[in-house]
C-alpha cells in the first residue's frame, strides 16, 4: 500500500444534456396565400409553408380547420399543400386554411397560421344545346313578341348561368 498520504484517481464519464423543448416552431412569414382557378387538376401543388423549431425538432404540418369539403391536403414533413378534392368557386370562392405546425420534442409545442386560397372560376366549358339542331316552322303575319319555340343549353361549369340572347 501507498503510504505517502496523497491518494488520488480519475476516471472519464459522459454528460448527456437533454432538450427541454421550451423553444414553438416559427413559421417564416406571418400568414400564407394562393389563386387558384376552380379546375386546377387534383394532386397539383397550391402552395407551401415552411417553419422552423429553434430546438432543433422536426416539424410536422396539419391543416388544423377550414378545409371545408376537404378540398386540399398537406405534406405533413414538407409543408406542401394540394388540391385533392373538386372545388366550385360558385360555391366556395376563398378558403382560410389554418395550418398547424408542431414539433417532436417532449411535450411537444405548436404554432397557426392562415393559408388563404382563392378560387376564380375557369369558365372551361361551352354551352351545349339540346337537341344540338332544331328547325321551327313560323306562319307569316306573327305579330312580333309570339311565342315561336324553346330552346334549352347545358354548361359543364359548376357556376354555369346561360343567358340566352
Same mark, same amino acid.
Not at 319555340?149 to 354548361?155: I, L, M, Q
Given at each position: 500500500?501507498?503510504?505517502?498520504?496523497?491518494?488520488?484517481?480519475?476516471?472519464?464519464?459522459?454528460?448527456?444534456?437533454?432538450?427541454?423543448?421550451?423553444?414553438?416552431?416559427? %413559421?417564416?412569414?406571418?400568414?400564407?396565400?394562393?389563386?387558384?382557378?376552380?379546375?386546377?387538376?387534383?394532386?397539383?401543388?397550391?402552395?407551401?409553408?415552411?417553419?422552423?423549431?429553434?430546438?432543433?425538432?422536426?416539424?410536422?404540418?396539419?391543416?388544423?380547420?377550414?378545409?371545408?369539403? &376537404?378540398? %386540399?391536403?398537406? $405534406?405533413?414533413?414538407?409543408?406542401?399543400?394540394?388540391?385533392?378534392?373538386?372545388?366550385?368557386?360558385?360555391?366556395?370562392?376563398?378558403?382560410?386554411?389554418?395550418?398547424?405546425?408542431?414539433?417532436?420534442?417532449?411535450?411537444?409545442?405548436?404554432?397557426?397560421?392562415? %393559408?388563404?386560397?382563392?378560387?376564380?372560376?375557369?369558365?372551361?366549358?361551352?354551352?351545349?344545346?339540346?337537341? &344540338?339542331?332544331?328547325?321551327?316552322?313560323?306562319?307569316?303575319?306573327?305579330?312580333?313578341?309570339?311565342?315561336?319555340?324553346?330552346?334549352?343549353?347545358? $354548361?359543364? $361549369?359548376?357556376?354555369?348561368?346561360?343567358?340566352?340572347?
Amino acid at each position: 500500500p501507498d503510504t505517502s498520504g496523497d491518494h488520488s484517481a480519475s476516471t472519464s464519464f459522459t454528460i448527456k444534456v437533454k432538450n427541454v423543448n421550451d423553444n414553438t416552431p416559427v %413559421f417564416e412569414k406571418p400568414s400564407y396565400s394562393a389563386s387558384i382557378i376552380d379546375t386546377i387538376k387534383n394532386g397539383n401543388s397550391v402552395g407551401s409553408v415552411k417553419a422552423t423549431d429553434a430546438d432543433g425538432d422536426n416539424v410536422v404540418y396539419t391543416i388544423a380547420s377550414g378545409n371545408t369539403g &376537404n378540398v %386540399f391536403s398537406i $405534406d405533413g414533413n414538407t409543408g406542401v399543400v394540394k388540391k385533392v378534392n373538386p372545388i366550385c368557386a360558385g360555391s366556395v370562392n376563398e378558403y382560410m386554411l389554418v395550418i398547424k405546425a408542431t414539433d417532436s420534442g417532449l411535450n411537444p409545442r405548436s404554432a397557426q397560421v392562415i %393559408f388563404t386560397i382563392a378560387v376564380t372560376a375557369d369558365n372551361a366549358f361551352t354551352p351545349i344545346f339540346t337537341p &344540338n339542331s332544331k328547325t321551327t316552322t313560323v306562319y307569316e303575319g306573327l305579330p312580333e313578341g309570339s311565342f315561336v319555340t324553346r330552346v334549352e343549353a347545358t $354548361d359543364a $361549369d359548376c357556376t354555369s348561368s346561360i343567358d340566352y340572347t
